[in-house]
């Protein structure tokens, strides 16, 4: 969570890492915010989480491939990127 929220605040999002174990990601969005910018920063995280996802399977062995492969990887029930393929 440390390098998602590096990640972030790079991009100009605020979060926070907090629990025990550092494992619990806090957003700090204002009470008002347009519709287009929650949305923003949403992707932001999005992208944040997808690049260390990437990262993670790239040392396990596992590399993205946009144009091969239909498989998907499903974290808590939610597709984080399309393609995925082994080495």
Not at 3 to 15: D, L, M, P, S, W
Not at 64 to 87: E, F, K, Y
Request: charge should be positive.
């Amino acid at each position: 969570t440390s390098r998602v929220a590096k990640r972030c605040h790079a991009e100009g999002v605020v979060v926070l890492t907090t629990g025990t174990y550092g494992n619990v990601m806090r957003f700090l969005p204002p009470l008002v915010i347009p519709e287009a910018l929650l949305e923003e920063a949403l992707d932001v995280l999005e992208a944040a989480f997808a690049t260390e996802i990437a990262a993670t399977l790239a040392m396990r062995g596992v590399w993205l491939n946009s144009a091969s492969t239909r498989h998907r990887i499903a974290i808590a029930g939610h597709v984080l990127h399309p393609n995925v393929a082994s080495r």
